[in-house]
T-cell receptor
Framework: AQSVAQPEDQVNVAEGNPLTVKCTYS??????LFWYVQYPNRGLQFLLK??????LVKGSYGFEAEFNKSQTSFHLKKPSALVSDSALYFC????????????FGKGTRLSVIA | SAVISQKPSRDICQRGTSLTIQCQVD?????MFWYRQQPGQSLTLIAT?????????ESGFVIDKFPISRPNLTFSTLTVSNMSPEDSSIYLC???????????FGPGTRLTVT
């Protein structure tokens, strides 16, 4: 079975500082990894994905994530946080096979303080 | 990318009644799924909506309670039957292209059962 762990319920960071939101995964086989963001009263918005290739993936709004196979991690990062980045962030995984749905972590609430 | 719309966006229903949620995708997708999300919590997969056949339900979800239809590649409905306050949640439709490893989400339907 596949699973995703987001060890932090809440991450607080000052505006302008770098941010990291942690994610580790467990799958049998090679994973497809995703990050989504959810703003209040909004649906999930896709940020980025890792399928294959370069371990550093760049996505929307200046976010990036690094795939680390040995540590089974896919941490989300941004060099300089904005107050508008404050939201709920979800990491998700899918195995490399057909029409299989995403399995989500519990989410991490990011709060960027001015 | 695919744009997904849902109707209604929110509803308040009395216990014992049923509500049907519609999901429309602006392009053909191979995958469609229904998730449930408690406010501020993670997403739980209800079922995979299969075109022209019965949906595939996850553990803890049954067809009698959550009947799903998917008559074509762009439309699906989820019915929440015989509702109780425990069904109060946000219901999210999701769709994507398996070969493109993309999965997009609708804005959600916020259901409150009184």
């Amino acid at each position: 079975a596949q699973s995703v762990a987001q060890p932090e319920d809440q991450v607080n960071v000052a505006e302008g500082n770098p941010l990291t939101v942690k994610c580790t995964y467990s799958v049998s086989g090679n994973p497809y990894l995703f990050w989504y963001v959810q703003y209040p009263n909004r649906g999930l918005q896709f940020l980025l994905k890792y399928i294959t290739g370069d371990n550093l993936v760049k996505g929307s709004y200046g976010f990036e994530a690094e795939f680390n196979k040995s540590q089974t991690s896919f941490h989300l990062k941004k060099p300089s946080a904005l107050v508008s980045d404050s939201a709920l962030y979800f990491c998700a995984v899918r195995v490399r096979s057909g029409n299989t749905p995403l399995v989500f972590g519990k989410g991490t609430r990011l709060s960027v303080i001015a | 990318s695919a744009v997904i719309s849902q109707k209604p966006s929110r509803d308040i229903c009395q216990r014992g009644t049923s509500l049907t949620i519609q999901c429309q995708v602006d392009s053909q997708v191979t995958m469609m799924f229904w998730y449930r999300q408690q406010p501020g919590q993670s997403l739980t997969l209800i079922a995979t909506a299969n075109q022209g056949s019965e949906a595939t339900y996850e553990s803890g979800f049954v067809i009698d309670k959550f009947p799903i239809s998917r008559p074509n590649l762009t439309f699906s409905t989820l019915t929440v039957s015989n509702m109780s306050p425990e069904d109060s949640s946000i219901y999210l439709c999701s769709g994507g292209l398996a070969e493109a490893n993309e999965q997009y989400f609708g804005p959600g339907t916020r259901l409150t059962v009184t």
